[in-house]
């Protein structure tokens, strides 16, 4: 079956490590995103990608970075720049971007803990 | 600048209906969704409009009114498990924007 694969789901890190977040879909959407979630909050957009080799921020890309050198796959790096990583990360999809008729995919997400 | 207001909280009756209102202000708008979200799982999707009018699905409706910037989702005949939060969420210019969504408690 065709979908988003986030792992791990649940991940624990001391503070000051950089930690990578995987992402893989096997949908052949050409665009990627990330996104951030805190307890009672909506998802608010780190960084997304329109095609391969090529990403751009979102609203709240400080801290973070990301690669995107196969269609399939965009990890994302949580840096020991990021003040307050512990959050729930959702990778999502969708054909191309900037359209909503084909939907988006979520992955099931991603919990990570920096204690 | 890109904003999208929801109210925080809703509570409603089991049997009842609830509506959930989004008001939007992007840049660009290229359609709007509506997700349901339980904790700490992925949103699952509820509805798109694209153009003007009302999305009726079952027990869910979506209404948009592009020129208002104004959109609601309409739940009917409510269950016990429909109690989670609900997002309203934009396509601007090449990117999904998210509003903080609303949490949704129905009591018996």
């Known amino acids: 079956d065709g979908g988003i694969t986030q792992s791990p789901k649940y991940l624990f890190r001391k503070e000051g490590q950089n930690v990578t977040l995987s992402c893989e879909q096997n949908l052949n959407h050409d665009a990627m995103y990330w996104y951030r979630q805190d307890p009672g909050q909506g998802l608010r957009l780190i960084y997304y990608?329109?095609?391969?080799?090529?990403?751009q921020k979102g609203d709240i890309a400080e801290g973070y970075s990301v690669s995107r050198e196969k269609k399939e796959s965009f990890p994302l790096t949580v840096t020991s720049a990021q003040k307050n990583p512990t959050a729930f990360y959702l990778c999502?999809?969708?054909?191309?971007?900037?359209?909503?008729?084909?939907?988006?995919?979520f992955g099931s997400g991603t919990r990570l803990t920096v204690v | 600048g890109q904003n999208i207001d929801q109210p925080t909280e809703m509570t409603a009756t089991e049997g009842a209906i609830v509506q959930i209102n989004c008001t939007y202000q992007?840049?660009?708008?290229?359609?709007l969704f509506w997700y349901q979200q339980h904790a700490g799982e992925a949103p699952t999707f509820l509805s798109y409009n694209v153009l003007d009018g009302l999305e009726e699905k079952g027990r869910f409706s979506s209404f948009l009114s592009r020129s208002k910037g104004y959109s609601y989702l309409l739940l009917k005949e409510l269950q016990m498990k429909d109690s989670a939060s609900y997002l309203c969420?934009?396509?601007?210019?090449?990117?999904?924007?998210f509003g903080a969504g609303t949490r949704l408690a129905v009591h018996p």
């Open positions: 992007t840049s660009g708008f290229n359609g």
């Open positions: 990608s329109q095609i391969v080799n090529d990403f």
């Open positions: 999502a999809s969708s054909i191309v971007s900037g359209r909503g008729d084909y939907g988006y995919t």
């Open positions: 969420a934009v396509i601007g210019y090449n990117k999904l924007i």
